[in-house]
């Protein structure tokens, strides 16, 4: 059974950096895409970064380019999120996600499991 499990989530003062985790069981990451999105409730999730299989290819949401890093271990068995200059605005649910292939994508629908969700919290 394939489990996300995202951490590293929490209340912040705007400025900030915080590095979210997401360790995957029951599947290597090493031939999957993966990607973290956001969600604020009554709003539809959106995507924030996404990284390759071989982690040659990453993307990145414009309203976070420049201030969020994904990236791998060389495990491949997790994938970080690296917040730095963290906005009130950024305050959401954070999600990871593996895709069903190996190429990064900004589409919700491309993957196919996702992990249950870690709190971010920024204060003005």
């Known amino acids: 059974q394939v489990q996300l499990i995202e951490s590293g989530g929490g209340l912040v003062q705007a400025g900030a950096s915080l590095r979210l985790s997401c360790s995957a069981s029951?599947?290597?990451?090493?031939?999957?895409?993966m990607g973290w999105f956001r969600q604020v409730p009554g709003k539809e999730r959106e995507f924030v970064a996404t990284?390759?299989?071989?982690?040659?290819?990453?993307y990145y949401a414009d309203s976070v380019k420049g201030r969020f890093t994904i990236s791998k271990d060389n495990a491949k068995t997790t994938v970080y999120l690296q917040m730095n200059s963290l906005k009130p605005e950024d305050t959401a649910v954070y999600y990871c996600?593996?895709?069903?292939?190996?190429?990064?994508?900004?589409?919700?629908?491309?993957?196919?499991?996702w992990g249950q969700g870690t709190q971010v919290t920024v204060s003005s």
């Open positions: 029951g599947l290597t990451l090493s031939w999957r895409g």
């Open positions: 990284i390759s299989s071989s982690g040659s290819t990453l």
């Open positions: 996600a593996l895709a069903r292939l190996s190429t990064a994508s900004g589409f919700a629908d491309d993957y196919e499991y």
